[in-house]
Structure formats: C-alpha cells, structure tokens
C-alpha cells in the first residue's frame, strides 16, 4: 500500500520561499515518476509539477513555472519542492503522488495528508 508523507508548510510572507518534502513507502520509488498537486480551498486538486525516476526531467504548470523547482532522492525515498517567490494565490494544501503528468495522477486515491502552505501579509 502506497504511503506518502508531506512536510514543510507552514506560513509565508509573499515573496519568501519554502521547501516542501514528501516521503514514500510502498512502492518502487526509485521506477516511480512522482508529481506534487495542490489544493486550494474551494478549488479542486491541481496539478502542479512531476519529475522523472531517475531526476533527468521535470515538467511544471505554467502557474509555478520558474519559481517553484521539483527533485528527489532516491536514496531517501523522497521528492521535494522548493518554492520561491511564493504569492497569495499559492496558499494551498499541497501533495505528492505517483506519476509524472496531470492525466497520470487523476485516478491516484492513496493520497497522504498534504502539508498547508498558506502565504499571506
């Protein structure tokens, strides 16, 4: 059974970064592209960036392109997201998942409990 366990949220001023961890068990992580979505209140789960196995390539939503940045250990089981220049707009819970694309993790259901990012003044 896939466990995913995020870290990292907390409260920020716009303008200011965080880096979120995730960490996973029960699948082959180092075989696994991983993503992060998001949810903001009211909205549904988006998309937001995923990573290939092996760390070669990352794709991202236009929303987060060149201020968000995905990696992974493998060696650790994990998978990051550094967040800069972070905007009010970015105030989310945020989650990892198994896949590397938007259609990929649509059907995903074992999510874990997301870590809140909340940017405000």
């Known amino acids: 059974q896939v466990q995913l366990v995020e870290s990292g949220g907390g409260l920020a001023q716009p303008g200011e970064d965080l880096r979120l961890s995730c960490v996973a068990s029960?699948?082959?992580?180092?075989?696994?592209?991983m993503s992060w979505a998001r949810q903001a209140p009211g909205k549904g789960r988006e998309w937001i960036a995923g990573?290939?196995?092996?760390?070669?390539?990352?794709f991202y939503a236009d929303s987060v392109k060149a201020r968000f940045t995905i990696s992974r250990n493998n060696a650790k089981n994990a998978v990051y997201l550094q967040m800069n220049m972070l905007k009010p707009e970015d105030t989310a819970r945020y989650y990892c998942?198994?896949?590397?694309?938007?259609?990929?993790?649509?059907?995903?259901?074992?999510w874990g409990q997301g870590t809140q990012v909340t940017v405000s003044e």
């Open positions: 998942a198994p896949g590397l694309l938007p259609n990929h993790i649509t059907d995903f259901t074992s």
């Open positions: 029960g699948l082959t992580f180092d075989t696994q592209a």
């Open positions: 990573i290939y196995s092996d760390g070669s390539d990352a």
